[in-house]
C-alpha cells in the first residue's frame, strides 16, 4: 500500500508544478484583458479601475494560488471573452469529449488487444496484421478523418459527417462513430501490434508448458495464463493512448465540427481568453496524470511481484 | 476423502507395463532442416516402478519425457512407439490426449519459479488440474490439496494456498509441485531434475517424498537426472542414456556394482565421492548431443575400448545377465570395467585400440 | 588518422577497414527499396526548391470563374474554392509542409545528441537528471505542448516548430541512449580513456560516428511523426494560416468542398501527407533495420 502512497503523493507533485508552468506561461500571453474589457476609448484611470475590479493589480503568486484554491474548489474562473464562468462554458463541452474519447478508448482496447489475441494463436492472423497494422500505425489522425467522411458520410451517407452530439444516446453514438474511428485506427495497429508481442512471449513461458502438461484446453490456457501474464506493455501502451487521445481528439472535433473542449481550447487560444486555456489544459494535465497514476495501479493490481514482500519460508 | 491412506497396489510387472517406449526415434527442425536429437530409446516403467534415467545434459532426457507427455517442439518428426498402459499416445485424439495429460501422467520440473504462473496463487496452482479439468468443486479440491501439502512436509497449507509463487522458497514451490502432480491422482509421475535447482538437504527430502508416492499410492516414477546416486537411492532401475540412446539398463545396485557399458563405467567414475577429496575425474572428451554423432556407436568418439566394428555400426540394446547394454563389446568387457571406479579410465584394459580411423 | 585509431580501432572503423567501402553508402547500395525512397525523397526537395519553375499557376492566382473544380486539362487536380490551381498550390506546399519538420528535427536532434552523449560520458547526477526530464517530456503529447506555446506566441508556423523542437528531443534522446551507453561501455572507449585523448575527442570522433546508423535511423521515422503533427497544427488552424499554401491547412480549408461533394483539395493533400509519412517510415525502418545488423 505504500507503493499506492508513493503514486499518489508524486502525481499531485507533478499536478502543482504543472499548474505554476501553465499559470507562469498564461502570464506571457500578449494583450491587456483589463484594457479590452474596457473599451477601446476607455481613459486610463478607468482601465485601471477595471485591473482593480479584476483583481488583477495584485501581485502574481497571489493571483497563482488564488486561482489555484479556485481550481481544487471546481471553480475555474471567469471567461472574460464570454463574461461567463469557465465552468459553465465547458460543461457541455465535456461531456461531447467525454464521450468521444472513452468511445475511442474502448476501441482501441477492445479491439486492439482482440486482433493481438487473433495474431498471437493464429499465425496466417499474424502476417495480416504485420502489413495492415504498418499501414495503420503511421497514418494521421485527419486524414483518416478525410477519408472516412469521403466514404462513409458522402459516398455511403451510412454516418453523418458532421457530428451531433446533442439528441439521445443512440444518436450521439451513431454520429461519433466516424470521429472514433478516426481517433482510434493508429492507436488500435500500436495496440494490436504489442498486444501480440506481448501473447507471444507469454506463449512461450515455461509456466505455459506446465498448463499444456495438465490437459487444459488452448483456451483456458490463454485466459489463465497468457492474457494476465502478458498485460502490463498493453496497460502501459493503453495509458499511453488515452494521452494521445485527447491530443487527437483537439483535431477530430475540428474534423467533424463537434462542439467540444478540443475545438474551444483552440478557439480560445485564437481569442487569447487566458482563463478559459488555462483552465482546459490544467484539466488535460490532471486526466493525463490520472491515467498515468491509475495504469501504474493497475500494473501492482496484476503482479503481486511488485507489491512484495520478499520470501516467506 | 483421505488421500493419505497408502493404496495397496503392488508392483506388478506380470499385466502391461505403465509404460512402454520401443525403438523411440525423435528429429526436430533445427534451422529448418530436421536434426536427430534421439536415436534410439528403448525403455519400460513398469506399474507402480520408479526407473531413472541417467545422462549429461544434451543426451536426451528430457526430450524423452517430452516425447511422453506427447509435447515436442513444433514440426518434431517422432518414429517408434510411446505407450501407455498398451494405447499409442502418438494415436491419441486431441480430448483423449488432454485426458491423458490431465489425469494419467504428471510431469514435475526442474525450476519450480519459471514453471508455475507467478501471477496466480499457490492455491490456483494446486487447485488448477482438479478443478479445470477434473471439474471438482473448488472447496472440495482445496481440502484435498491442503492434505497432499501435510504430505509433501508443508503443515501450514491452508495458508499457503493465498501466497503467490514468489513468495515461497525453491524447496518449499518444488513440494508445492509435486503436491500438484499428486493431487490429480496420475499412475505415472515424470520428474525432470527435480532437485537440481535445491539444496542437498532439501534434495533429500525431496527424493524422499517422491519415493513414498510411489510406494503408498503405487505411483509409476521417471526420474530424469544426471546425478547417479540420487538415481540409485531413489529407484528400482537405471536406465543410462548418452547421445540420444539408452546405453544400459540395470537395476540401481547392479549398475554400480558392475557396469557393462563403458559410459556407465565413465559416469561412475565422475561422480565425486562424500569425504574423498580426490580431483573430480570427468569421462574425457567433450559430451555429445543426438544430432552430432555418426553411423557408429553413440559414445564411439570418447570411448576407450573403440573398435573398427563401434566405429562402423551401431549396437542395439540388447539382454544380457538379466540386464540390457547396447555395446558390442560387452561380454570382454563384463568384469573389466568396474576398476575404472577406482583407475584411469582405460588403464589396463584388454585390446586396446589405436585411435579410431 | 590519429594514431589513437591505429591501437584499437573502434568496431565500426575495423568493419570499414576490412570491407574496404565506405559504410556510409553501404546501406543503399545493398537496399534498392531504401535507395529508391532516398532518390524519391531528394526528389520532393528538388520540388520544393524548383516550385516557381515546376509548378503551372502562381499558387496564389484566383480564378473565381473556375472555382472548386474536378481535374482537368488546365488544371490537372482541380482548382480549390477561390479557384486557385490545387497542383500549383500541392508543389508550393511541399515548402512549408516540408520545412517545418526538417527545421524541428534538425533541433530536436542536435539537442538530443548533445544531452545523450553527455549525459553517458558525465554520468552521475547529470544522467539521472537528464533521464528524469526526458521520460516526463515524454510523457506528454507533443500537440499539447504545441498548443500552450501558440497560446503565447500567437498562431503561426513559428509557436508549433518551437513546441515540437522541444517536444522530439526525448523522441529521439530515448533510442539513442541505450545505444551510446552500450558503445561507451566498449574496450576501445577504455582504451582511448587511458592514452589520454579528452573526453571531447572521444565523443565527437569515436562515439558519434558510431551511433551515426541509429541516429540517422530513428531521425528519418521522427521527421515523418515531426510532419504529421506539424501538419495537424495547420490543420486545427494553430499554424500556418490563410493563404499560404500547405497541406494540413488545404486539408482543413478543402473541407467545405468535401462536404459539398467536390473532395479533390482535401484528398490531394491527404494523398501527399501520406505519400511522405508512408515513405519516410518506410525508409526509417529498413535504415533502423541495418543499423540493427550492423551493430551485432
Known sequence: ?313 | MNTLEPTTTLPDTAVEPAVAIEHLQVRIPVDGSPAPVIHDVTLTIGRGEAVGLVGESGSGKSMTARALMRMLPDGAEVHGAIRFEGEDVQEMSPRRLRAYRASSIAMIYQNPHAHINPLRTVGDFLVEGLCQVQKVPRREAEQKVVALLVAVGIADGARRLSQYPHELSGGLLQRVMIAAALATEPDVILADEPTTALDVTTQEEVIAILREAQVQRGLSILLITHDLDLAGAACDRLAVMYAGQVVEVADGAGLVERPLHPYSAGLLAARPEIGVRARLRTVPGRPASGFEVGDGCVFAERCAFVTEQCVSERPQLRSLEGRQVACHRAEELDGVLLPLADGPVGADAPGQDKEPS | MTSTGLVTPSPRRARRLRSGQPARRSVLRQDRVALGLTIFLGLLVLVALLAPVLAPYAPDETDILAASQGPSGAHLLGTDALGRDLLSRLIYGTRLSLLGPVVVIGVATVCAVTLVLSSVWIGGRYDRFVGKALSVLFSFPGLILAIVVVAIVGAGITGPIVAFSIAFIPYIARVLRPVALRERSMTYVNALEMLGVSGWTICVRHLLPNIFPFVRAHVTIALGTALVDLAAVSYIGLGVQAPAAEWGLQISTGQADLLAGKPWESLTACVAVLVVVIAVNILGERLAAAAQKEGR
Open chain 1, 1 to 313: 500500500m505504500r507503493s499506492v502512497l508513493k503514486n499518489v503523493i508524486g502525481a499531485l507533485v507533478t499536478i502543482l508544478v504543472a499548474s505554476a508552468v501553465i499559470f507562469a506561461a498564461m502570464q506571457l500571453v500578449p494583450g491587456d484583458p483589463a484594457a479590452e474589457i474596457a473599451g477601446t476609448d476607455a481613459t486610463a484611470t478607468e482601465v485601471e479601475q477595471v485591473r482593480q475590479n479584476l483583481g488583477l493589480d495584485r501581485p502574481a503568486w497571489i493571483r497563482y494560488f488564488d486561482w489555484l484554491g479556485g481550481f481544487v474548489t471546481g471553480d475555474f474562473g471567469q471567461s472574460l471573452q464570454h463574461r461567463q464562468s469557465v465552468l459553465t462554458l465547458l460543461k457541455p463541452r465535456l461531456g461531447a469529449t467525454l464521450m468521444l474519447d472513452l468511445y475511442a478508448t474502448l476501441l482501441v482496447a477492445v479491439v486492439g488487444i482482440g486482433l493481438g489475441v487473433l495474431a498471437a494463436r493464429n499465425r496466417r492472423m499474424s502476417s495480416t496484421l504485420t502489413v495492415v497494422s504498418s499501414v495503420f500505425v503511421g497514418l494521421p489522425t485527419f486524414v483518416a478523418a478525410i477519408f472516412l467522411i469521403q466514404v462513409f458520410a458522402i459516398s455511403l451517407g451510412w454516418f453523418p459527417a458532421l457530428a451531433d452530439t446533442g439528441d439521445g444516446l443512440a444518436s450521439t453514438i451513431h454520429s461519433l462513430t466516424l470521429p472514433a474511428i478516426a481517433l482510434s485506427l493508429s492507436w488500435i495497429a500500436l495496440v494490436a501490434q504489442i498486444s501480440r508481442a506481448s501473447f507471444r512471449e507469454q506463449l512461450g513461458r515455461e509456466h505455459v508448458q506446465t498448463a499444456v502438461g495438465r490437459g487444459l484446453t488452448k483456451n483456458a490456457i490463454f485466459r489463465r495464463h497468457v492474457m494476465r501474464n502478458g498485460a502490463a506493455p498493453i496497460v502501459s501502451v493503453i495509458s499511453l493512448t488515452m494521452g494521445g487521445l485527447i491530443a487527437g481528439s483537439v483535431v477530430v472535433e475540428r474534423a467533424f465540427s463537434i462542439d467540444g473542449v478540443g475545438a474551444f481550447l483552440v478557439q480560445s487560444i485564437l481569442r487569447h481568453d487566458a482563463e478559459v486555456v488555462m483552465a482546459i489544459t490544467m484539466l488535460i494535465v490532471v486526466v493525463f496524470i490520472a491515467v498515468t497514476v491509475i495504469a501504474d495501479l493497475i500494473q501492482l493490481a496484476i503482479d503481486p511481484r511488485l507489491r512484495s514482500r520478499g520470501v516467506d519460508r
